[in-house]
Structures are given as structure tokens and as C-alpha cells.
């Protein structure tokens, strides 16, 4: 069974920076890897994607203020996150787009003045 571990999260004011990261039980090195959130009421979503080879993409709603990026090596994701906004608000998960391993408990981050 896969077991993914977020942290990193917090409470931030408007216009700041958390840097999320991931571990993972397994190696990581053939799986796309994706950073998800999901706000109270609100459906979970795909903010954040990175391929084995390092391509990246992002929903239009971070593109610009965050990034993702990978260690194989230490079988972590990290997501940076910059010029957060409130609408930003939501528990930040990680996961395989393209497996779906068993979710982690995730890591809360709170953007607000």
C-alpha cells in the first residue's frame, strides 16, 4: 500500500509563499505526479502536474504563482506557491494522475488578512 505524507501547509496573509512537499512510500521516477485541492464545498481539483521527464502544467487559476517540481531521488514532490490569494484556500493533496494511490490526509493551507 502506497502512503503519501503532505506538509507544509499553514495560515498565510494575502500575497504570500508556502512550499508544499510530498513523500512517498514507493519510488517515483515512472509516475506522473500531481498536487490536488479541494475547498470546502468545492470539488477536488488538479492544480499542478509533473511528468517522469520533468514536463509540467498547471490549471490557469496558479499558472504564473505556483510550481511544481520533483526528487526522485527522495521520492518527494514540492509544490512552491507564491502571490497567494484567498481563493486559495483549501487542503493540498498529492497523488498519481494516472494510478491513485490510497489519498494521504493532506495539508491545510488558509490565505487569509
Known amino acids: 500500500q502506497v502512503q503519501l505524507v503532505e506538509s507544509g501547509g499553514g495560515s498565510v496573509q494575502p500575497g504570500g509563499s508556502l512550499r508544499l512537499s510530498c513523500v512517498v512510500s514507493?519510488?517515483?521516477?515512472?509516475?506522473?505526479m500531481g498536487w490536488y485541492r479541494q475547498a470546502p464545498g468545492k470539488q477536488r481539483e488538479l492544480v499542478a502536474r509533473?511528468?517522469?521527464?520533468?514536463?509540467?502544467n498547471y490549471a490557469d487559476s496558479v499558472k504564473g504563482r505556483f510550481t511544481i517540481s520533483r526528487d526522485n531521488a527522495k521520492n518527494t514532490v514540492y509544490l512552491q506557491m507564491n502571490s497567494l490569494k484567498p481563493e486559495d484556500t483549501a487542503v493540498y493533496s498529492c497523488?498519481?494522475?494516472?494510478?491513485?494511490?490510497?489519498w494521504g490526509q493532506g495539508t491545510q493551507v488558509t490565505v487569509s488578512s
Open positions: 514507493r519510488t517515483i521516477f515512472s509516475n506522473t
Open positions: 509533473i511528468t517522469e521527464r520533468g514536463s509540467t
Open positions: 497523488n498519481a494522475p494516472y494510478a491513485i494511490w490510497d
